[in-house]
């Protein structure tokens, strides 16, 4: 079973970024594609990037082009950059693989971006 911490989150003003990592335990990391999720106020749960376990990346319109997911297998991290925020990405963001384990959601990381 996979074990996920997510840190990284915090304030930032429009326009401003941040970096969030996610580090797995308890699998073999770089077999899996993995995912940044987010989930705000009174919304369903949505997959914004996921990296496969080759590398390659998928972004949801909302943030492609502003976004960056990477992953460090060595160091069983995953890591989402995070540009140009805007209020509508204010939200409690999660790893996990991808497609997700339920069993796998961690606490996540408030992102809030406000003025």
């Known amino acids: 079973q996979v074990q996920l911490v997510e840190s990284g989150g915090g304030l930032v003003q429009p326009g401003g970024s941040l970096r969030l990592s996610c580090v797995a335990s308890?699998?073999?990391?770089?077999?899996?594609?993995m995912g940044w999720y987010r989930q705000a106020p009174g919304k369903q749960r949505e997959l914004v990037a996921h990296?496969?376990?080759?590398?390659?990346?998928n972004y949801a319109d909302s943030v492609k082009g502003r976004f960056t997911i990477s992953r460090d297998n060595a160091k069983n991290t995953v890591h989402l950059q995070m540009n140009s925020l805007k209020p509508e990405d204010t939200a409690v963001y999660y790893c996990?693989?991808?497609?997700?384990?339920?069993?796998?959601w961690g606490q996540g990381t408030q992102v809030t971006v406000s003025s």
């Open positions: 990296i496969t376990s080759g590398g390659s990346t």
């Open positions: 996990n693989k991808e497609p997700p384990v339920k069993s796998s």
């Open positions: 308890g699998s073999i990391f770089s077999l899996f594609a």
